[in-house]
């Protein structure tokens, strides 16, 4: 899951959790869901000659994403979409592993996160 930013009403942390990545010849496809706790939908972000957004809602009839858009502002979320996820591709290689011949037909994984804290709460003995 990817943090994106926060919508100006408080606590409403908006996220994407990218659950596909499909690449045939120069385009990248990204199946995601996105939300901010109040919204929760499916997005596919393109990248071909012409870098896309497309929320299925829109073509679904879902209820909240005209709402969701605009708290989170619609053009300022399609910026942080494309550019969080070409910097998740950038760091997963995507590109570079399929030339190599590895193929990840249903998810891709992610850099390994890390704990905060010196000695992780969920670690210790009882």
């Known amino acids: ?3 994106i930013g926060t919508t100006e009403s408080p606590g409403q942390a908006i996220y994407l959790d990218i ?3 499909e690449q045939q010849g120069n385009q990248t496809s990204v199946s995601a869901l996105v939300g901010d706790g109040c919204y929760e ?13 497309t929320y ?12 969701f858009l605009q708290r989170a502002g619609q053009a300022w979320l399609r910026k ?8 998740h591709l950038a760091v997963t290689n995507v590109s570079q592993k399929k030339s190599q011949g590895v ?20 670690n210790h003995l009882a």
């Open 1 to 3: 899951m990817i943090y």
């Open 56 to 67: 299925a809602d829109t073509w679904l009839g879902g209820a909240g994403l005209d709402e």
């Open 103 to 122: 193929d990840y037909p249903h998810q891709m994984p992610l850099p390994r996160g890390r704990v905060a804290e010196a000695k992780p709460i969920w």
């Open 41 to 53: 939908g499916e997005v596919l972000i393109e990248f071909a000659d012409q870098p896309a957004v």
């Open 19 to 21: 659950h596909a990545i």
């Open 80 to 87: 942080q979409l494309l550019d969080c996820v070409q910097d």
